[in-house]
């Protein structure tokens, strides 16, 4: 299933150290806890992306913080290198070992240690799903705002891991905005707390803000404390439909210019209402655009905002059609084709690669138009939705035949490119783990690279804890 | 003026290392913007903290990144120190220089380079000044919500270096939740742009926040760029007074409690009161605390915020008045006199210090409570005032005779072993400069402090870079 090999120069550990330190886990850990049985090897050996690595040694599955210290201790004095994983949902090869080792597996930490309505936070374990934590935080009259698409199987620890994003990230930002302290373990057994319990503070430097977003490379987190806000009394969703992608970016950008901030601002273009038409959902087959809108505040105060979202739709004569969603259920819909359009899209091909690249809003168009460019000169076959408040596109690559990779390769460094050439950014919320790591130096200076390769050793020395990944082949941290 | 001396263990440069940093200083950026007049070296030594350092050897006026560089690539090679420095206005001791050497002022990069109302952001100079900054967003249509006390002095480079606060964090968060990217000088001259101008971006580890609230120890901005907001279109200001400081956390807690985000919840205790009435504002004599709330949002969205603010002021039945502003001119007023503390206060007493330490918001009455068990035991007179919804106190010590010192260090240290205690943080806006040093440990663990040396020395491994600051007396990094 996996199309993309990933290859980075890493090192693969001897076979005597690993065995070593396979007896040194059963030893500390029970074997209970130790799985090296071929169906965990395989299960534990991907994750949601096209990246293929290295089949593991063995899997951890680890029940508290001393469990994860025990085995950084023993991988790092056996030399062996460890992968952590917490719900393997990522979409870079984050979670995918690429020398080996041992996966790292914390989903069974999935506790919920406290929910504090009066200090606005929230303290759990790594493998919290995101979806339990939203209930449960919400079953309080609280809000935890980041909701990436996989949100009923992506867990906190590895939405902290990878920054995750989400389409509330518009009004309410992402995950790192949540994340107010954290306990996390270092390669070599070490484990530190970080950060605070209050919104404020500036004691020291901010390694938590250096944790949040780096990929499993420089700790792995045991406890996570975040931050909470009030959950919002009302929510209106509004949906406009346009006959052309730039007229709906349009309309993006003129909802920002008047002030308005909604929670969310998701764009669909041609070929993506043409998979939802394919799901069944009844879409005006005029258009070829969709913005799908909402707002959200106190009780009684979102009519005059809907009101003005509307003229900002409106203006200008290119809608199709603004529809105000009725009720909750209609909402509910309206939200669960955007969130089917994942598995709906790779449905329009035998493989699908799907790119997280952000741009400044205001060139929103230009990468647009630079799209169908590159679909053009390549030939590749591509549809974008995504998060336009954020300048936050999905750009999708599909292909039917093993023949057209390199073509899909072309068109993936022509719109890493193009992104960086917008003044953009290459990752929005997937991160870079293997699958971006070449494209690393398009965006970032040698010198910064270098610095932040500096910055790993510091945690990681020995450079065990993930290794190939955010650095590309020759900038090897290790 | 000043009555703490810092005197942590720095390496004072050698006179000649000196001389030959200044002969290549001014061969390289021209005598005009090398300094070493007397008036110069006593008014850059010092800032608005007690803290007294040591004489500098020369002042360099940096205009722009080459200067920048230049300064900290002659000292490295002399291995002279440099203290940077942009308003000078910090509170903890951030820009004084503690070893003598070079202060490195960057008030001249005074700047707005851009400001993009489509994209939301703006690029500046470090020497901008906040209010400057405001005033020229606010223009467009915009907001830049970070607003510290000193904003009309204080200068957005040091902003920056200490994640400057203010009270409309509450709701807006503070200046780290607005730096986009950073054009950062590091020592020995290598010059790293890092973030991004989108809101998004996951592209490598998050190095931006590492160098926000790094308080000039680990690189000197020469670029600045700001996420900003729509400007509210409507605030409102709402003041309510207390017989009893605890009726007014109470108060506090009644309006998070009920889901409501004011851009500002500010409290003032009785001392605070009386320190305003001496200035000729006329406030209920019977009144032993204040809370000065501000709300906003979009036309028209207000009033039903304000009725539900009422309710939760007046619940219980123990505000003696609670009172909107009528006009801007009153709200103006209400707010001038808030601004105006700090110097108020400081005429009490000859000797005045401010600690800015916070808790979690449901620990306030147990701080407030600390706070007045620490004046009777120690015979300390203390006011407090501050950024109530943060949890944030600005607790301040008062005396008048150099005798009466024992017992404000004794009042100091009570006061950081309090609100470590209540699960609480040494600072939420200062920083810890030179006066909080010494107290870092009370917080953080030797494993956590030790880590943050090891990233300071990848940034400077020499320990030249505003040596002295943050880190305790024995924990020096350098």
Redesign the interface.
């Known amino acids: 299933m996996g199309v993309l090999v990933a290859a980075p120069e890493v090192r693969i550990p001897a076979r005597d150290a690993v065995e070593r330190a396979l007896v040194d886990l059963e030893r500390r850990l029970g074997p209970s806890k130790v799985d090296t049985s071929e169906t965990a090897l395989l299960n534990y050996g991907q994750d949601e992306s096209e990246a293929i690595g290295r089949k593991p040694d063995a899997v951890v599955l680890a029940d508290g913080r001393d469990d994860i210290a025990a085995v950084l201790a023993i991988a790092e004095k056996h030399g062996v290198p460890v992968t952590p994983r917490a719900g393997g949902t990522g979409r870079t090869g984050g979670a995918v070992p690429v020398a080996g080792g041992i996966v790292l597996a914390t989903h069974a930490m999935s506790k919920i240690l406290e929910i504090?309505?009066?200090?606005?936070?929230a303290v759990v374990q790594p493998g919290v799903v995101t979806a339990d934590l939203h209930a449960a935080v919400e079953a309080e009259?609280m809000f935890y705002p980041p909701d990436p698409n996989s949100l009923k199987t992506c867990m906190i620890g590895g939405n902290v891991a990878?920054?995750a994003?989400g389409p509330r990230?518009?009004k309410y930002?992402?995950t790192?905005?949540y994340v107010l302290g954290l306990e996390a373990c270092?390669m070599g057994g070490?484990?530190?707390?970080?950060g605070?319990?209050?919104?404020?503070?500036?004691?020291?430097?901010?390694?938590t803000?250096?944790l949040?977003?780096?990929e499993g490379t420089?700790g792995v987190f045991s406890e996570i404390t975040l931050k909470l806000?009030?959950?919002p009394?009302e929510v209106a969703t509004v949906l406009a439909l346009f006959e052309d992608v730039r007229d709906a970016a349009d309309a993006v950008?003129r909802i920002?210019?008047g002030?308005?901030?909604p929670r969310c601002l998701e764009l669909m273009d041609g070929m993506t209402l043409g998979a939802i038409r394919k799901q069944g959902v009844a879409v005006d087959p005029r258009a070829q655009a969709m913005l799908l809108i909402e707002v959200d505040?106190?009780?009684?105060?979102l009519d005059?905002?809907v009101e003005?979202l509307g003229e900002a739709l409106t203006e200008g004569g290119h809608a199709l059609d603004v529809v105000a969603a009725q009720d909750a259920a209609q909402r509910a819909r309206l939200w669960e084709a955007r969130r089917m359009l994942s598995p709906a899209t790779r449905k329009l091909a035998k493989y699908k690669l799907s790119e997280d690249v952000?741009?400044?809003?205001?060139r929103l168009v230009d990468l647009l138009t630079e799209v169908d460019r590159i679909g053009e000169r390549t030939g590749v076959m591509h549809l974008t939705y995504g998060?336009a408040g954020?300048?936050?596109l999905h750009v999708n690559f599909l292909w039917n035949d093993d023949s057209e990779r390199p073509a899909i390769d072309r068109a993936i460094g022509a719109l890493m490119r193009a992104t960086v050439d917008l003044?953009?950014?290459?990752?929005?919320?997937?991160?870079?783990g293997v699958l971006k790591a070449a494209y690393?130096p398009l965006?970032?200076?040698s010198?910064?690279?270098a610095?932040?390769q500096?910055?790993?050793r510091?945690?990681d020395p020995s450079g065990l804890l993930n290794p190939g990944k955010?650095f590309p082949t020759g900038h090897a941290a290790c």
């Open positions: 504090n309505r009066q200090d606005l936070l009259g990878e920054n994003g990230a518009f930002g992402v790192r905005e270092l070490r484990v530190v707390r970080t605070k319990r209050t919104i404020k503070g500036v004691t020291g430097y901010d390694v803000a250096l949040v977003g780096s420089l806000v009030p959950r009394q950008r920002i210019a002030g308005l901030v505040g106190g009780a009684g105060t005059p905002i003005r952000v741009v400044p809003r205001s998060h954020d300048g936050n003044g953009g950014t290459l990752s929005g919320e997937h991160g870079i690393l965006e970032q200076s010198e910064l690279i610095l932040q500096d910055l790993k510091v945690f955010i």
